[in-house]
């Protein structure tokens, strides 16, 4: 069966320090993986995917994530973060069957960013 | 574009009493999933539709429910309330079809308590 781990369940930095936000994963077939952002009273936004190609996916605001097969991780990073980032960040993992239709979320990471 | 549309938000219900929620995915997505999130659980697969068609179910016991409707919109029906069964309902539309690359889009959830 597929988990997703994610290693932080609060993560504290201050404004413009870098972050990263950790995500391992299990299981034994090939896997998609995504990063999801949560803002209060809101549903989920897709913040970047893993599907294919180059093992390093970049979103628009900044954030990127590498996926390391051997070592079955999926780190968020930032450079710099922003008051704005404050949120929780889901990391997910589906199996290339369910092409995404079913997802398998970890935890969550509660980013507060401070001024 | 419209976004995936959950109707209603919020939801006020008796223990016993039964539920249902309504999820209209963006036009032209024929693949719905559901998730339940609560702050102890995190966020928890329920079920998927494709075409009218269950694919996938979470492991929930039978009071929880679903369907797909030919215009693709879904619902999902909840049978003799628990108060653990407060929780915010998610519901996710898919671009593509099974099989091929997929990226969920949520909606803002609703908002089920159980009293």
């Known amino acids: 069966a597929q988990s997703v781990t994610q290693l932080d369940s609060q993560v504290p930095v201050f404004e413009e320090a870098p972050v990263e936000l950790r995500c391992n994963y299990s299981?034994?077939?090939?896997?998609?993986l995504f990063w999801y952002v949560q803002y209060p009273n809101q549903g989920l936004q897709l913040l970047l995917k893993?599907?294919?190609?180059?093992?390093l996916v970049e979103s628009i605001n900044g954030f990127e994530a590498e996926f390391n097969k051997s070592q079955t991780s999926f780190h968020l990073r930032k450079p710099s973060v922003h008051i704005s980032d404050t949120a929780e960040y889901f990391c997910?993992?589906?199996?290339?069957?369910?092409?995404?239709?079913?997802?398998?979320f970890g935890q969550g990471t509660e980013l507060s960013v401070k001024p | 574009k419209a976004g995936v549309t959950q109707t209603p938000r919020y939801l006020i219900k008796t223990r016993g009493q039964q539920v249902t929620l309504s999820c209209s995915p963006i036009?032209?997505?024929?693949?719905v999933s559901w998730y339940q999130q609560t702050p102890g659980q995190g966020l928890q697969f329920l079920f998927e539709?494709?075409?009218?068609?269950?694919?996938n179910k979470g492991n929930f016991p039978g009071r929880f429910s679903g369907r797909q409707f030919s215009n693709s919109r879904s619902e999902m029906n909840v049978s003799t309330l628990e108060l653990g069964d407060s929780a915010l309902y998610l519901c996710?539309?898919?671009?593509?079809?099974?099989?091929?690359?997929?990226?969920?889009?949520f909606g803002q959830g609703t908002r089920l308590t159980v009293v």
């Open positions: 997910a993992v589906s199996d290339s069957y369910n092409q995404g239709g079913k997802l398998i």
């Open positions: 299981s034994s077939v090939s896997v998609y």
């Open positions: 893993y599907l294919s190609g180059s093992t």
């Open positions: 036009s032209g997505h024929r693949s």
């Open positions: 539709y494709f075409s009218e068609t269950q694919r």
């Open positions: 996710a539309s898919f671009t593509g079809t099974p099989g091929l690359n997929t990226e969920a889009f």
